[in-house]
T-cell receptor
Framework: KAGVTQTPRYLIKTRGQQVTLSCSPI?????VSWYQQTPGQGLQFLFE???????NKGNFPGRFSGRQFSNSRSEMNVSTLELGDSALYLC???????????????FGPGTRLTVT | TQLLEQSPQFLSIQEGENLTVYCNSS?????LQWYRQEPGEGPVLLVT?????EVKKLKRLTFQFGDARKDSSLHITAAQPGDTGLYLC???????????FGAGTQVVVTP
């Protein structure tokens, strides 16, 4: 079974631009979560989608948004990029969402975003 | 403020030595996972623990879940250079409403 895939793997943008990242979950998984990882803050939860609905949201500004399609693929968008948005963005898929503990997540390789 | 505290932050040992990393919280976990992450890659799930007092073994790795389900430890016996990586614990809790990760323990095993 194929793992979680993320595209692109690397991205360089300038301040003020916007970016869209894509995630394809493991086949059969309906939950996709997004995380931002930086050396200073570690792994920070952005949001989780389950069956095309945002189920949970972390403490990030409205510039960060996402969506999920009927085939469970998900996209994350960041508008008006800031230097501090430079990070590794990870998506993780699981069979079910919160409320179906144990909630085992399988991560993709991430998208390395650099904002200059 | 991290809801999950991991210690130590960094650990450097020689091949063949043993090591233990810890994950603690003041809250009760519904379940807890341990991951290992290598540079430039996503975290890889190692184990999930659910029951208080549970002990799971994965080759040279031993995972323990505290009786009160507030803490966990990962013990590696006879560490090898391939064990090098960032070890992350993560847990879910009904009151948090989302999955929380610890800051991680960076383990370096030198030959």
């Amino acid at each position: 079974k194929a793992g979680v895939t993320q595209t692109p793997r690397y991205l360089i943008k300038t301040r003020g631009q916007q970016v869209t990242l894509s995630c394809s979950p493991i086949s059969g998984h309906r939950s996709v979560s997004w995380y931002q990882q930086t050396p200073g803050q570690g792994l920070q939860f952005l949001f989780e989608y389950f069956s095309e609905t945002q189920r949970n949201k972390g403490n990030f500004p409205g510039r960060f948004s996402g969506r999920q399609f009927s085939n469970s693929r998900s996209e994350m968008n960041v508008s008006t990029l800031e230097l501090g948005d430079s990070a590794l963005y990870l998506c993780a898929s699981s069979v079910g969402g919160l409320g179906q503990s144990p909630w085992e997540q399988y991560f993709g390789p991430g998208t390395r975003l650099t904002v200059t | 403020t991290q809801l999950l505290e991991q210690s130590p932050q960094f650990l450097s040992i020689q091949e063949g030595e043993n090591l233990t990393v810890y994950c603690n919280s003041s809250s009760v976990f519904s379940s807890l996972q341990w991951y290992r992450q290598e540079p430039g890659e996503g975290p890889v799930l190692l184990v999930t623990v659910v029951t208080g007092g549970e002990v799971k073994k994965l080759k040279r790795l031993t995972f323990q879940f505290g009786d009160a389900r507030k803490d966990s430890s990962l013990h590696i016996t006879a560490a090898q250079p391939g064990d090098t990586g960032l070890y992350l614990c993560a847990g879910d809790n009904d009151s948090w409403g989302k999955f929380q990760f610890g800051a991680g323990t960076q383990v370096v095993v030198t030959p």
